[in-house]
């Protein structure tokens, strides 16, 4: 029996929002698109290392900003209501986070994927942001 009290509900954010601020060195949001590029198995679930960065060739969109796997498999990408404030975050640089997907049933009662991504932004690389924090 698991005695682990976790509610998914806490951690997991609706479409469209986001949580963290530009201001800060963490931004969580979803991650679209994640069912059409892995499968709805046991295999895809869990939490992952990756990374975000701009898709500008991307074919459908030159905003594009992409999640990947370290392994280098595409997950998903940032909605287009969110790309601006998270080109913002990201300054057009490729940044790590840590993804998690996990599966829910559908309206259809069909196995789908889901996810998030938390988005990190460290000091070290980037000698304007840490001033900007420090002060």
């Not at 698109?33 to 709805?40: A, I, L, M, S, Y």
């Not at 198995?41 to 975000?52: K, L, P, Q, R």
């Not at 996990?102 to 789908?112: G, N």
Request: aromatic share 12%; proline share 4%; hydrophobic share 35%.
């Amino acid at each position: 029996m698991n005695d682990i009290n976790f509610d998914i509900a806490k951690h997991w954010l609706p479409i469209n929002e986001k949580q963290g601020t530009i201001d800060k060195d963490t931004l969580r949001i979803k991650v679209s698109g994640v069912n059409f590029h892995t499968k709805p198995e046991v295999s895809a679930w869990g939490i992952c290392a990756g990374c975000i960065r701009a898709e500008p060739n991307n074919p459908y969109d030159t905003n594009a900003i992409a999640f990947y796997k370290s392994d280098g498999q595409l997950l998903g990408y940032v909605q287009k209501e969110l790309q601006d404030y998270v080109n913002q975050f990201t300054k057009g640089k490729e940044l790590d986070c840590v993804i998690a997907i996990t599966p829910f049933i559908s309206k259809e009662e069909k196995i789908c994927n889901q996810a998030y991504a938390t988005i990190l932004k460290f000091f070290e690389n980037d000698i304007e942001y840490a001033t900007e924090m420090i002060n």
